[in-house]
């Protein structure tokens, strides 16, 4: 009996340090990309990801450090490498790499690269990286082709092809990928990058084997999974079983003026798992705002992810209890060759429906909707060279109950306010000025819970230059929830040095800046959630105090007045506001 005690004690010791050995080895490998990479875009936003995956396509371990929009997208892609690829021809040394959305990929920039890991002669595991690379061609600088209406129009698809055979670079692949960039210089450093931290995988997983053994090893990487999967269903049979229904509708495709599109879900929890089913939503889109099946895969795992225990590690048990229906044809599930380099927005919205449902199940965690990010290019030359980046900015979370939304964060889908890049290191690498970046009063959503607030920030190009722009929840705004009302609105406008300021589309390319000239990036505020005049007045006043809200936004959206230095609330006048605003209603769950 004590032996067995005994071999019970070793082995959770010995599955412990496994599992922070996988833990460490991918995140270490996310490190080294965004370290080595060439793009100012990755350095300074940390837009990458490792995994650790077996010869089942399951994933053993990801990295959490950087974005968590990509839980599903290099799980997808290796299936795609195994059939166009057979095991036993891989060699050791090999890597391989695709984007294509169609074959698991997300959209032309993000290329995934994958390294076979060998044990006893066969092929064991994969090592497995992606990133954001700088340019792939296209008919817009940085990959951000705002209106384009199929894939060729975002830049050169990669089927699953060798970047290097038994530990030699593919210098022909290598030199089709640099000639299809506007800064091959750039894109061939981040390719680099992306092997570099496979290497990294490859060479701890080497490690582990060495220690344990590959049996060993597989065995302890076996129970783990199981383990996760039993975490999960335990959390997941915690829903009140039922069929939850939500939904979200998204502005437009900047393609077909005056189309929205809905994304909706019945969400059905029973007996500890969940299943998703997106019948009802919208056609597939002219424009970019398609995603594919990895994408919208990740969208769904990260909202049911939202009702469950945060420290359950991000490997394949999670994936074990969901089940989906994706319709072909449809916005999350689109159709070849359909546009998809802007499906963060159909991802952001599937992610907004599935909160919207499980709401229902559990009403004490519902939530408004929040911003979304907004993204612009900008791109020229300087010294004959040319010049490209990708920026970003975000919107205000939704209020939540029991606490109201984070500034300018956005939804953390997208890896939250971490991953916005430095001013500094910008304005060094490109010739810009950054001459505003501040938060705006009043674009939170009113709420007895406040939306997080919008940003705005102003770029001013120093010569000529051009840019793209691409965003959502700017003509419909996050709406509130339970009474409480929808952000204030995102918005793009150009600053003529020597002209009118300009309002631009919330999709347009190739706006034309000359020195001087600034753009504007408003991004919008998060919902709130619950009637506004059920704020506590105090909690109104600590807003306009920290300039969050104006005295004027305070009277009008809350119903509370200030006394005339601004620091103390005027009682009797907000009781008599208060007086004439209809009573809150309370909400039921929609269960059905």
Not at 265 to 271: D, G, R, S
Not at 322 to 346: F, I, K
Request: with cysteine; net charge negative.
């Amino acid at each position: 009996m004590a032996r067995a005690d005994t071999t019970s004690f070793d082995d959770a010791i010995t599955a412990e340090v496994i599992r922070n050995g996988l833990a460490v080895a991918v995140e270490e490998a996310s490190v080294v990309v965004v370290r080595s990479a060439h793009s100012t875009f990755i350095q300074e936003g940390a837009d990458a990801c490792a995994a650790l995956l077996d010869v089942r396509a399951q994933l053993v371990a990801q990295s959490t450090a950087t974005s968590l929009m990509h839980a599903a997208s290099l799980r997808c892609s290796l299936p795609w490498l195994l059939e166009a690829v057979a095991l036993d021809t891989m060699e050791p040394g090999d890597v391989f790499g695709l984007n294509d959305p169609y074959r698991g990929g997300i959209h032309a920039n993000d290329i995934l690269v994958f390294r076979p890991i060998f044990a006893e002669r066969r092929v064991a595991f994969f090592a497995g990286t992606l990133v954001h690379v700088a340019d792939v061609g296209g008919v817009a600088a940085g990959g951000l082709a705002a209106l384009a209406t199929d894939t060729f129009s975002e830049g050169l698809a990669l089927p699953p092809v060798r970047l290097a055979r038994a530990g030699k670079p593919a210098d022909e692949v290598l030199r089709i990928i640099g000639a299809n960039s506007r800064v091959p210089d750039k894109v061939l450093g981040d390719v680099d990058a992306l092997v570099a931290g496979a290497h990294v995988i490859a060479r701890r997983v080497d490690e582990l084997m060495g220690r344990y053994g590959p049996a060993e090893l597989q065995r302890f990487i076996d129970a783990a999974l199981d383990q996760t999967e039993r975490r999960m269903r335990a959390e997941l049979a915690q829903l009140p079983a039922g069929t939850y229904h939500g939904g979200f509708t998204i502005d437009g495709d900047g393609v077909e003026a005056g189309r929205t599109f809905d994304v909706r879900v019945a969400v059905t929890c029973e007996a500890g798992g969940v299943h998703v089913d997106f019948a009802g939503t919208a056609a597939q889109s002219r424009g970019a705002i398609n995603a594919s099946i990895s994408q919208t895969l990740s969208g769904v795992l990260y909202g049911i992810r939202c009702f469950v225990d945060p420290s359950i590690p991000m490997d394949e048990g999670c994936w074990r209890p969901l089940t989906t229906s994706l319709p072909a044809g449809s916005l999350v599930n689109p159709h070849p060759p359909a546009a998809c380099g802007g499906r963060v927005v159909a991802v952001a919205a599937a992610v907004e429906a599935i909160l919207d449902a499980l709401a229902g199940a559990r009403p004490d965690r519902a939530s408004a909707a929040s911003g979304l990010i907004h993204v612009y290019t900008l791109a020229g030359s300087r010294g004959g060279a040319p010049w490209l980046n990708l920026f970003y900015e975000f919107g205000g979370l939704g209020a939540r109950v029991g606490a109201d939304g984070a500034d300018a964060t956005g939804c953390f889908f997208l890896g939250g306010r971490s991953v916005i890049p430095q001013i500094e290191p910008l304005e060094a690498a490109y010739p810009l000025v950054v001459r505003a970046a501040r938060l705006r009063p009043d674009s939170g959503g009113p709420g007895r819970w406040r939306g997080g607030l919008g940003v705005e920030t102003v770029v001013e190009s120093l010569g000529d230059a051009v840019s793209t722009v691409r965003g959502d929840r700017m003509t419909i705004p996050p709406p509130g929830r339970d009474g409480g009302a929808s952000g204030d609105a995102g918005q793009y406008l150009v600053e003529r040095r020597d002209a009118p300021t300009e309002a631009l589309a919330p999709k347009q390319a190739d706006v034309a800046l000359g020195a001087g000239d600034r753009l504007v990036v408003r991004t919008s505020g998060g919902g709130g959630l619950g009637p506004p005049h059920a704020r506590d007045p105090e909690l109104v006043l600590a807003d306009v105090v920290a300039g969050r809200v104006t005295p004027a936004g305070a009277a009008r959206d809350y119903a509370v007045a200030l006394e005339p230095d601004g620091r103390t609330v005027d009682v009797q006048v907000t009781d008599g506001l208060r007086r004439r605003r209809p009573t809150p209603r309370a909400t039921e769950p929609t269960a059905r």
